[in-house]
Each structure stands twice: as structure tokens, then as C-alpha cells.
């Protein structure tokens, strides 16, 4: 599996090896700025514009989220659906939610790395909600971490990884990375492509 050349081996406690956080952020880096190009160039304050970026989420963060909710009890660290919040904001606007793409994270691994991105998500839509047109509902892009839950999962996610060995490293970072894409195949619908 391809990871960019990055050393995904268990960093030692005390040394300068990176951590896996750290590596899984460097390894989905190229996604991530690919993703926010493709939905960066929409302007949230535009209502037409707005609405096709909610349409683009709705055909991912449902698919994401129903991914996650397959894991087993205890797999995962608690995380908080927003799809109720996006479907309210969709409702709000006169529109339906979407159908989700379709969307596989059948590992452990796999929904590591698809939780690590979707609850990334969650940070950025804070900072988005400010552009966003008065008036228009924005109970999706504003929900946020409870205090701490953010670096909480970030510290979960370098204890498996620490626990886990090199064949998981691989398989979350291959879930942020096929998450990623899910994202930009959306927003390729609902916003078009390059």
C-alpha cells in the first residue's frame, strides 16, 4: 500500500521519529488540499452556490457516517452523527438530502481513518460557517468538538496506531485517503469537476 514514502513503523517513545498522527496527516496531505480546492471555489455566500456545497455533504458524510456506525461497540471512540444537522440545514433550504455514494470502510483500520477525516471535517466547517450568508442555516458547518475532543481523538488514534503495527498504519491511512476521495467525487457531482 502506498503511503508517499512515509515511515509508518510505531515511532519510539522518546526520539525523532514522527508520530502517526503526524504521519497520516503528511500522507492524506495532497487529498486534503485536493478536496478543499475542489469545494474551496464555491463562495458560501452565494445561495445557489451554498446549497450545492450542503448537496455535495450530503452525498458524503451520510455514507461516511453510516460506515462508522457499522463498527462494532467499543472499536471506535465516541463520535457525534452530524447527518441530522445537514439534513435540518437541507430542509431549511427546500431541499432533500442526497443519495450517499456509495462508501466502504469495512476495517478497523479503514474506519479509523474515515473517523480521522470526518471529524476533521467537523474543524474546518466551524471556520466555513463564518462565510456563509446571513440568514442561511448553518447547524451543520457550526456543530462542534466538546472541549478536548479533538486532541482526545488524535491521542486515540497514535494509541492504536501504537498498539497495532505497520499492516493497520497502512489500512487507516488507505480509509483517510479513500474518505478523502468520497469527499471529491461528491463535490465533483454537485459542483463539477476540474
Excluded at 125 to 152: C, D, I, K, N, T
Excluded at 173 to 188: D, K, P, Q, S, V
Aim: negative net charge.
Amino acid at each position: 500500500m502506498a503511503t508517499h514514502g512515509l515511515d509508518i513503523r510505531r515511532p519510539p517513545r522518546h526520539g525523532s521519529a514522527m508520530s502517526f498522527v503526524a504521519t497520516l496527516r503528511a500522507a492524506t496531505a495532497a487529498d486534503h488540499e485536493m478536496v478543499d480546492a475542489r469545494f474551496g471555489r464555491v463562495a458560501l455566500d452565494d445561495p445557489a452556490g451554498y446549497r450545492r456545497v450542503l448537496l455535495a455533504h450530503g452525498r458524503a458524510l451520510p455514507a461516511v457516517e453510516a460506515a462508522l456506525a457499522g463498527a462494532g461497540t467499543g472499536e471506535l471512540p465516541g463520535w457525534r452523527p452530524r447527518s441530522p444537522a445537514l439534513a435540518e440545514d437541507l430542509a431549511a433550504l427546500g431541499l432533500a438530502l442526497p443519495d450517499a455514494l456509495p462508501f466502504a470502510a469495512d476495517g478497523d483500520a479503514e474506519r479509523w481513518g474515515a473517523l480521522y477525516v470526518g471529524e476533521g471535517s467537523r474543524l474546518g466547517g466551524q471556520l466555513l460557517a463564518r462565510s456563509v450568508a446571513a440568514g442561511f442555516p448553518v447547524a451543520y458547518l457550526s456543530s462542534r468538538h466538546e472541549p478536548g475532543e479533538w486532541r482526545a481523538l488524535l491521542g486515540a488514534i497514535e494509541a492504536r496506531a501504537g498498539t497495532a503495527g505497520a499492516g493497520w498504519c497502512e489500512a487507516a491511512i488507505a480509509g483517510a485517503r479513500a474518505t478523502f476521495a468520497l469527499y471529491a467525487r461528491a463535490a465533483e457531482i454537485e459542483l463539477g469537476g476540474d
